[in-house]
């Protein structure tokens, strides 16, 4: 598989679904070549994956991520084969531990230790006598922490951060080594107004401050508590956010490069406070312009 080093990252649950479909056809249109999507408690991931597929012809279509509490490890599987059989490998799982809020509260399961959780899963995956077979398995990880990222270059094929800086890309790369793949999730907002800005990125990052694998990586990452208390210093929503000309957005993508990143997905946000991606960003940053 060729990587395509732009994407596109959108959360689905607060659109319609035919909105989804229009997005992913001006995504492939653009040029991108990766749509990633997550799982929360909304459209269930292997299904929605299919939609989209269904709705394009040429465009990689990717979860990010799916729950592994959501499904067992052969349905997992055989939901990545199906769909890279019925639509030609364009189909990529990622995986990942979700958080104890959804896994205790909503899904009613127990929480178990992150790394030994997602390697017993995966260890389950690959051993499941699944009938229909794919020439390329596309298994990429959530990461944030090193034993995760290790992990991720072990048992899969590589790795996916999300809600991070370049600098985390660095320490990715460095752990990951040069043989497995980073996709990068980037958070953009094309405004030159600070202050609009920061209202956009405090309103997106308020359910992620709650969650302790982010707020434990970004404690990582240089940011104090008090950083991190009530809406987010300027500081940590200008890092999570870039902002301002389309050259100063370039230049923090780039950067994600810089660090390692094989692939950089952005995650445009409505200056105006829509619920849509910002449709003027995803063409201002379309590959080739």
Not at 161 to 167: A, D, F, I
């Amino acid at each position: 598989m060729t990587i395509g080093k732009w994407a596109v990252w959108f959360s689905p649950n607060k659109i319609p679904v035919e909105e989804t479909a229009k997005l992913a056809q001006i995504v492939e249109g653009h040029g991108y070549d990766t749509l990633w999507y997550p799982e929360a408690m909304a459209y269930e991931a292997m299904a929605l994956g299919g939609y989209h597929l269904s709705q394009t012809s040429k465009l990689n279509v990717a979860s990010g991520i799916a729950n592994i509490y959501g499904r067992d490890p052969t349905a997992a599987i055989q939901g990545h084969n199906s769909l890279n059989a019925l639509y030609g490998g364009r189909y990529m799982l990622g995986l990942g531990v979700s958080h104890i809020p959804i896994v205790e509260g909503a899904r009613g399961h127990n929480y178990g230790k992150p790394l030994s959780a997602m390697r017993t899963y995966l260890e389950a995956m690959y051993a499941a006598p699944v009938q229909i077979t794919v020439p390329k398995r596309r298994v990429v990880l959530a990461a944030l922490g090193p034993k995760m990222l290790a992990l991720s270059a072990e048992m899969a094929d590589g790795a996916l951060p999300y809600n991070v800086t370049p600098e985390h890309t660095a320490r990715a790369r460095e752990i990951v080594g040069p043989g497995k793949a980073i996709y990068v999730e980037q958070k953009i907002c094309l405004t030159n107004d600070a202050s609009v800005a920061r209202d956009v990125a405090a309103e997106q990052l308020a359910m992620y401050l709650r969650l302790p694998n982010y707020r434990n990586c970004w404690l990582s990452l240089g940011f104090s508590e008090d950083e991190l208390s009530g809406r987010g210093s300027d500081r940590f929503l200008d890092a999570m956010v870039a902002w301002g000309t389309e050259d100063a957005i370039r230049t923090r993508l780039q950067a994600h490069f810089d660090a390692g990143a094989d692939q950089v997905a952005i995650q445009p946000f409505d200056p105006a406070g829509g619920a849509s991606p910002h449709y003027d960003a995803l063409a201002a940053f379309a590959p080739g312009t």
